[in-house]
């Protein structure tokens, strides 16, 4: 018990009994009895709200990793919704784009050959010469 012999418990006995004599030895030792046991109650409790302490710290932690998941799956998910919609723009603007070109070449073509009827002619005449 507390690292000591029973030589020594007998010898601070022996001291106690002396100084204290026989009359308040026993209401001191009650006294000291009461005050070990209060003192291992607050140092149990201490230990308990420690441990209360520690487990709401780690729950904290924890609940803070799942959002920090949350928020970065979520960014993630507007980034790819981003990305599609921004693919989805780029494709319609390559087909609208493709679809004025072929306008404006079948219009040059057009003001070609409204400028330079000759070369309607030619070309009529080497259509015919490849089909026969």
Same mark, same amino acid.
């Given at each position: 018990?507390?690292?000591?012999?029973?030589?020594?418990?007998?010898?601070?006995?022996?001291?106690?009994? +002396?100084?204290?004599?026989?009359?308040?030895?026993?209401?001191?030792?009650?006294?000291?009895?009461?005050?070990?046991?209060?003192?291992?109650?607050?140092?149990?409790?201490?230990?308990?709200?420690?441990?209360?302490?520690?487990?709401?710290?780690?729950?904290?932690?924890?609940?803070?990793?799942?959002?920090?998941?949350?928020?970065?799956?979520?960014?993630?998910?507007?980034?790819? +919704?981003?990305?599609?919609?921004?693919?989805?723009?780029?494709?319609?603007?390559?087909?609208?784009?493709?679809?004025?070109?072929?306008?404006?070449?079948?219009?040059?073509?057009?003001?070609?050959?409204?400028?330079?009827?000759?070369?309607?002619?030619?070309?009529?005449?080497?259509?015919?010469?490849?089909?026969?």
């Amino acid at each position: 018990m507390f690292g000591m012999s029973f030589s020594e418990i007998l010898v601070i006995a022996v001291i106690a009994v +002396l100084v204290l004599g026989p009359d308040k030895l026993p209401s001191a030792m009650v006294q000291i009895a009461k005050f070990l046991k209060m003192f291992k109650k607050g140092i149990n409790d201490a230990k308990s709200t420690f441990d209360q302490e520690m487990k709401i710290a780690e729950l904290k932690e924890d609940a803070q990793k799942y959002k920090e998941s949350i928020t970065q799956s979520a960014q993630s998910v507007r980034k790819k +919704l981003t990305f599609e919609e921004l693919d989805e723009i780029k494709k319609s603007a390559s087909d609208v784009t493709e679809s004025i070109q072929n306008v404006v070449s079948d219009t040059k073509k057009t003001v070609e050959n409204i400028q330079n009827p000759t070369n309607l002619v030619k070309d009529a005449i080497l259509n015919d010469k490849k089909e026969a």
